[in-house]
Every structure is written in C-alpha cells, then in structure tokens.
C-alpha cells in the first residue's frame, strides 16, 4: 500500500509541475487547454510537453542535424520506456545554449516528471502520444538537412513538413478526443481526413508570422518553386519588402493558410455542441490564426512576428464572442464568415460551397451583427 500511495503522490507532483511549466512555455495552450474536459486537458497538456520537448531540440542552434537525430531517437527510447528519463534529462540539458529560453531549459530538465505524467495514462492515450511524438521527430531529422534560408522545394515540401509538425498532432488530438465521446468515435473518419489540416493551417501561419524571424536563425519554410513563378528569390528575401511581387507570393501563401483553417473550422463543427470545452479549445486557435492572417495580409512589409502578432484586447475579445455562440452552429458559421471576409483563399480543395451557402441560409438578426463584430475586430488589428 505505500508504495501505491507513493506513486500516487509522484503522479500528483508531475500532474501540478505540468500545469506550472505549461504556462511558462506557451501562453497559448495555457489558457486553451484548460478549456477541455479534465480527463483530456491532464493528457492534452503531457501531450503538448512532449511536444515541445522534442521541438526544443529541433530549434537549438548549437546541435548538429545528426546531434538532433540521435537526441530524439533517444528521447523516443524514454519514451517507450527503453531508457531512463533521469538520464536523458541530466545528459541533454547542459548541452541547450542560451538561446533556448529559461523555460525550455527548465521544461528539459524535469523531462522525469513529464514522463512520469506520460506513463501513467491509459494505454490507448500512451498509444496516440507516442506514435505522434515518433511521427514529429522522425520528420524534424529529415527536415533538419533541408534546412536553410534557401527554403523548401515547393509546396508539396511544405505541406509535408507542416504535417510532420502540427498535422499529425491534429491527428493524435482527434484520437483522444474520439476516445473521450463515443458520438465523436462514430465520426472517426470524417474527421481524420480534416485534422491534418487543422494542425497544417495553424503551423503554416506560424510560419508566416515568424518569417523573419527565422530567418535570423538561418532557417526559412518557405517553397522556392511558387515564389520563383511570382518572381521572387527566397534565398535573398530581406525585411521590409515591398515590391509587389513579394506582396502577391505571401498573400498566395495566406490564402493556402486560410483554406486549411477552413477545414479545421468545418473539423470543429464535427464536434457534438454538448462538448463545449473541446470546440472553445479548437475556436480559439482558429480565431487567433485568422486574425493572425489578416495582419499579415494587412501588412506584407512587416519585419517581425511581434509587428503581426494578436493583441491581447483582441484575444479577450475572441473569447468573448465564441462562449457565447459556442454551442450554435448557424451562429458560428455567420461569425467564421465575418471574420474570414476579405481574406484569400489558396487553391486547397478550392473554396466549398456549403461555406458561402451558409450566410444567406441565415436571417439578417444578432448573427448578422455578430459577423460584423468579428470582422471589425479583424479591421482594427489591421
């Protein structure tokens, strides 16, 4: 009995070190995670931390591409539980530099009790994580020696790299969450064909938003194949741009973002309106990536990811609009679609009709103004 209640009392020291790192490693996910039903905001949260584990290595900047291979084939073993946390954890974190954040450094070292965390969830859950984090290392190694300020060969490269490191967690997500609601389950597949997308178009705005920035540390994700046809040359891209041949490639490649992001909004309306806390989790995403698009598209000459970044007024006010329709879908179709107008839309699966249909189908009453709320709050970020 005392060693039960000794692992009990371990499993709620690594449940609370969980929730105080995650706020120090991702302002984001620490107020959307907590939105989801307890038994998955413990698990999505050790899965979002193992996550960022394995990212933390990707973006060291003293570790080889080989370095970074064999760390996280090795953080893969801990994983499965072929080697010891304690010792990973003692072995890698003297070797992150001053440019990985304090946090990460942190989140690093206590690798045991992110694990531990891991360990203790139900097989199936154990299942999806692993496999996720496996699928994301994996395809961090091989992009790894691809990359370079010259960017990837063409959209095809960043489609497949954006699913290596986001798409597959949409994928790991909808796992869970068809664990938790079997009327989720019965949709299974529906909805895996969507979340890819989901974790595409949310990656591919991050990539847009933290263009320059990355670009500081010798990297870029850009696909050179489209942006040599509207004639401009990844490799000598510079801040500032404002030719409007740069001006059509990025608004090229919002659009592609944008029309990911409208399967992820279809994906959450797959989601029964009982599972609030599930569809606050996926809105909120989808609300500040849009938003995050439409300054970008606003301001195609910006020169870091801060200058395009979402207020925090704004994400206040994303969070307000959707709890109030989050259960009402004819409302949130009316407000997806005031707050994506104006926005291009890439040639992804083309524009759907059910989503233009969908305002007309509606009544000009609260949901009218509502839309109009939303894009105005598009406008002032602008």
């Known amino acids: 009995m005392a060693k039960v209640l000794a692992t009990a009392s371990g499993i709620a020291e690594a449940e609370a070190y969980q929730g105080k790192v995650l706020r120090g490693v991702s302002r984001t996910f620490a107020f959307t995670i907590p939105q989801l039903p307890a038994d998955l905001s413990k698990v999505v949260t050790n899965a979002y931390l193992l996550c960022r584990i394995a990212d933390t290595l990707e973006d060291e900047p003293t570790l080889s591409a080989v370095q970074k291979t064999l760390l996280h084939e090795r953080f893969l073993a801990v994983l499965r539980g072929e080697e010891k946390a304690q010792r990973f954890a003692r072995q890698v974190t003297p070797l992150l530099s001053q440019a990985t954040s304090p946090d990460e450094r942190e989140l690093m070292a206590n690798t045991p009790l992110v694990v531990r965390c891991t360990h203790s969830l139900e097989v199936p859950q154990q299942q999806a994580l692993v496999k996720c984090v496996s699928i994301m290392c994996r395809g961090m190694g091989h992009y790894q020696d691809d990359a370079s300020l010259e960017g990837l060969a063409d959209l095809g490269e960043v489609d497949r790299y954006c699913y290596h490191v986001a798409g597959v967690v949409g994928e790991m997500l909808t796992e869970l969450f068809c664990q938790h609601s079997g009327d989720m389950h019965e949709k299974r597949a529906e909805m895996l064909a969507l979340a890819p997308s989901f974790g595409q178009g949310l990656q591919l705005t991050n990539i847009l938003k933290d263009l320059w920035d990355d670009r500081q540390r010798g990297v870029c994700w850009l696909p050179r194949q489209e942006f040599r046809e509207f004639g401009v040359d990844v490799a000598s891209l510079a801040p500032g741009r404002r030719d409007p041949e740069f001006a059509t490639a990025l608004r090229y490649m919002v659009g592609i973002a944008h029309a990911h992001l409208r399967n992820a909004f279809r994906y959450t309306l797959m989601v029964p309106a009982k599972e609030t806390g599930i569809r606050r989790f996926c809105l909120w995403a989808i609300g500040l990536a849009v938003l995050t698009l439409r300054r970008i598209d606003a301001r195609p000459t910006y020169c870091t990811g801060r200058q395009v970044k979402v207020s925090r007024r704004t994400v206040k006010a994303v969070i307000a609009s959707t709890r109030l329709v989050t259960r009402h879908d004819g409302m949130l179709k009316l407000l997806f ?38 894009l105005r709050l598009g406008n002032d970020e602008g």
Not at 338 to 367: C, F, I, K, N, Y
Request: proline content about 11%; cysteine-free; aromatic content about 6%.
């Open 337 to 374: 679609s005031g707050v994506t107008r104006g926005l291009p839309l890439g040639p992804l699966g083309g524009p759907h009709p059910e989503l233009s249909a969908w305002a007309s189908e509606l009544s000009d009453g609260d949901g009218a103004s509502a839309a109009r709320y939303a």
